[in-house]
């Protein structure tokens, strides 16, 4: 069964960094566009950034310049490397895979906090 | 950024009734390959979204014919019949024929 695993998440201070992964397995990770959705606490979901099978990226322009989606295909993981955090980027931190343009398997999510 | 407005906001349901969720995009949602990308999904309480309805009216695996999904280029609308306790929680749409991909703002389904 396909199966995403976040980890990474916790307690930040705001400006400081955070690195987030996603294990996947029961499935052929490399052949596969990832994605990264926020959901802050009590609102809605917001699409983060994604990663073609080929590594091609895309960003939310809230995020653009301070995240960084990398994926190791050798270790089947996608990564999310959170820069310069703000109070605004607490959220639960989702990654889903894509397949033909629909985001089928979700993980379970990593709590990010950025706080004093 | 195409704008997904998502109607009602909360939606009070009797057990075994039926209900209809709307969900208008600011463009259409027509790719250029003729596939249109509006997708449903829905979050159970303390849980991670799960894909119900694909390219706005196919059933994901194992979703039950009482969830259907209609609608064409920027009207689209998800149907429950029959609702069941399991169907409780927060029903978002989703669009990927443009980046960056968007959603809904939700709906709540809860019991009236």
């Known amino acids: 069964a396909v199966q995403l695993v976040e980890s990474g998440g916790g307690l930040v201070q705001p400006g400081k960094s955070l690195k987030l992964s996603c294990s996947a397995s029961?499935?052929?990770?490399?052949?596969?566009?990832m994605h990264w959705i926020r959901q802050a606490p009590g609102k809605g979901l917001d699409w983060v950034a994604y990663?073609?099978?080929?590594?091609?990226?895309v960003y939310a322009d809230a995020v653009k310049e301070r995240f960084t989606i990398s994926r190791d295909n050798a270790k089947n993981t996608l990564y999310l490397q959170l820069n310069s955090l703000k109070s605004e980027d607490t959220a639960i931190y989702y990654c889903?895979?894509?397949?033909?343009?629909?985001?089928?398997?979700w993980g379970q999510g990593a709590s990010v906090t950025v706080s004093s | 950024d195409v704008l997904m407005t998502q109607t009602p906001v909360s939606l009070p349901v009797s057990l075994g009734g039926q209900v209809s969720i709307s969900c208008r995009s600011s463009?259409?949602?027509?790719?250029?390959?003729?596939?249109?990308?509006l997708h449903w999904y829905l979050q159970k309480p303390g849980q991670s979204p799960q894909l119900l309805i694909y390219?706005?009216?196919n059933r994901f695996s194992g979703v039950p014919d009482r969830f259907s999904g209609s609608g064409s280029g920027t009207d689209f609308t998800l149907k429950i019949s029959r609702v069941e306790p399991e169907d409780l929680g927060v029903y978002y749409c989703?669009?990927?024929?443009?980046?960056?991909?968007?959603f809904g703002a939700g709906t709540k389904l809860e019991l009236k």
């Open positions: 889903a895979r894509q397949s033909r343009r629909v985001m089928d398997a």
């Open positions: 029961g499935f052929t990770f490399s052949s596969y566009g």
């Open positions: 990663i073609s099978s080929s590594s091609g990226t």
């Open positions: 463009q259409s949602l027509v790719h250029s390959d003729g596939n249109t990308y």
């Open positions: 390219r706005v009216s």
């Open positions: 989703l669009q990927s024929t443009h980046f960056p991909n968007t």
